[in-house]
């Protein structure tokens, strides 16, 4: 589904920081309980465009120094600008970035990292 702009089909980018920006998933996305061992997750009916914005990971910022960000499993790590940081899901907020498919063998999507508001 593509959202419009001012009559423009919005870049992958401009949708991203859109979302990030008013701080709310995509409506057609849709946080279910899938079973006992998998827990929640995301899904959607809707056909998602190839290299499309779908959901924001958010939670608690920090720089990484440490293998204790590891034992949180909702911690997604990365390295930016030569430093490496962690972003710490663990807090419910309702939103659903923290429960999307972590796969890393065969992943239905991919991470973007996007600077918004520095």
Same mark, same amino acid.
């Given at each position: 589904m593509?959202?419009?702009?001012? !009559?423009?089909?919005?870049?992958?980018?401009q949708d991203a920081i859109d979302h990030i920006t008013i701080g709310e998933d995509k409506s057609f996305l849709e946080g279910?309980?899938?079973?006992t061992h998998k827990g929640r997750g995301v899904l959607t009916q809707d056909y998602? %465009?190839?290299?499309?914005?779908?959901? %924001?990971?958010r939670g608690v910022l920090s720089l990484s120094d440490s293998a204790d960000d590891k034992n949180s499993k909702y911690a997604f790590e990365f390295m930016w600008?030569?430093?490496?940081?962690?972003?710490?899901?663990?807090?419910?907020?309702?939103?659903? !970035?923290r429960l999307v498919n972590d796969d890393h063998i065969h992943p239905n999507c991919k991470v973007?990292?996007?600077?918004?508001? !520095?």
């Open positions: 593509t959202e419009r702009r001012r !009559g423009r089909r919005k870049t992958p980018d279910r309980f899938i079973n998602i %465009e190839p290299k499309s914005f779908v959901v %924001e990971y600008n030569g430093k490496h940081y962690c972003i710490d899901a663990s807090k419910e907020d309702g939103t659903l !970035g973007k990292r996007i600077m918004v508001k !520095g």
